[in-house]
């Protein structure tokens, strides 16, 4: 084996009469330790946008929610609530009533999902609204706390007195004239992309009273420990539940983001190994080259008794020695890159004057990215399993030559 070894690193250094052996030895190692470091790179902007998904996106949308099929809403809120609270699943429970209206400002209206909260959910929404806002929120009943990029629509400013409009239907389905709530802008939350056109956030109380509710609040928000395991989840407890609900859950209303990455690292993943795979069969022209070239030695070596293992072992080594040469440079630069890459995109963004990501369209306005190290270790482990497969047909052709007709 060390034998071996020290062949393989003598014929690597050795002169290459033919330069055109050298250019493709020398692409395939490019080519490995680029598809390695765009894997890496690109993998981990994928683990960034889950990240921020979990925590921008999920945290102002429940996980999971139980709400009831009439007017009664949640029956024994508060057993249930101790109840659910106790499910070693579920993170937190909280009362809500929701309502779709319209807001109305100087004349000016703007669609609106309102979402009827108890003061103390603070925590819920910390990323979201300042302490300072959700204090003023806190202390005025009749307050309500809506998106930035509605409040930017309407030109509305803290303090400034807003309508609601809220539809209501009669037992025969039809439209009454909807019901008008005044509420005081207390502040604003930031969610990011179009969420940010869309929530608002009002008092428990005069949310279940505007709607009609009988109980306390409609439904149930749910904040789940594991958030992918909301489908399953939901379901277990709403089949269970004593009263009739409908059940609900992230995964409907906004897992096609979640879905969007999912597809998305798939597609980069084939396409890069793809790549890594092109960049190995030039590895396997390079080391037939190197057979054809380096035959007399191949020669010299069996008529002083080298084995067809050892002859086999050479080349592999000198063909995985490329690839490792490779995947060891391109995931040193994607380890160093990879963590400070929304930095780098923030700097090249300020140089040359473009926005990658819009916050108007996209649910952030920057790259996230996030190394995880198992990643890294896939990518690695594959390149090297390729690069390995690579050399064994060449290096069996090495096997072949006859010292006889190559020493003529």
């Not at 439209?175 to 929530?199: C, K, R, W, Y």
């Not at 009988?214 to 269970?240: K, N, V």
């Not at 995964?251 to 084939?270: A, E, K, S, W």
Request: hydrophobic share 45%; proline share 3%.
């Amino acid at each position: 084996m060390a034998l071996a070894w020290q062949l393989a690193k003598r014929f690597r250094r050795a002169k290459v009469q033919n330069r055109f052996i050298s250019f493709i030895s020398m692409s395939s190692t490019v080519g490995i330790g680029l598809g390695c470091f765009v894997l890496i790179t690109l993998l981990s902007v994928m683990n960034g946008f889950e990240r921020e998904l979990t925590q921008r996106i999920l945290t102002v949308i429940p996980h999971g929610e139980l709400y009831s099929t009439d007017k009664t809403g949640i029956e024994n809120l508060d057993a249930q609530l101790y109840r659910l609270n106790q499910d070693p699943r579920i993170a937190k429970v909280e009362p809500y009533t929701p309502l779709t209206g319209m807001l109305q400002f100087k004349g000016e209206l703007k669609a609106i999902s309102l979402t009827g909260i108890a003061a103390d959910a603070q925590n819920t929404f910390s990323r979201q609204v300042t302490d300072e806002h959700w204090q003023n929120f806190a202390l005025n009943s009749d307050s309500v706390l809506i998106g930035q990029g509605i409040a930017n629509k309407l030109d509305i400013e803290v303090d400034d007195t807003v309508q609601a409009l809220i539809p209501v239907t009669t037992k025969d389905l039809r439209f009454s004239a909807p019901t008008s709530i005044t509420l005081t802008v207390a502040g604003f939350m930031h969610v990011g992309g179009e969420l940010d056109n869309q929530l608002g956030l009002m008092h428990l109380a005069k949310a279940t009273a505007a709607a009609g509710i009988e109980g306390q609040a409609l439904g149930m928000r749910f904040t789940l420990h594991d958030p992918f395991s909301a489908y399953i989840t939901m379901r277990d407890i709403g089949y269970s539940y004593p009263q009739a609900v409908y059940m609900s859950d992230w995964t409907r209303t906004q897992g096609h983001l979640y879905n969007d990455i999912q597809l998305v690292r798939t597609v980069v993943y084939i396409a890069l190994v793809l790549v890594i795979a092109v960049a190995c069969f030039n590895i396997v022209s390079s080391l037939v080259m190197a057979v054809r070239e380096k035959q007399p030695a191949i020669a010299i070596l069996k008529t002083m008794g080298a084995t067809d293992t050892l002859i086999r072992r050479t080349f592999m080594f000198q063909g995985v020695l490329n690839g490792l040469i490779g995947i060891v440079v391109g995931v040193t630069l994607a380890i160093i890159i990879a963590p400070n890459l929304s930095t780098i995109v923030k700097f090249l963004e300020g140089v040359f004057g473009v926005e990658v990501l819009s916050g108007d369209i996209y649910f952030i306005d920057f790259l996230p990215s996030a190394l995880m190290w198992q990643d890294v270790v896939v990518t690695c482990v594959v390149a090297i399993i390729m690069s390995v497969l690579a050399t064994w047909y060449p290096a069996h052709k090495a096997t072949k030559v006859s010292p006889s007709q190559s020493l003529h």
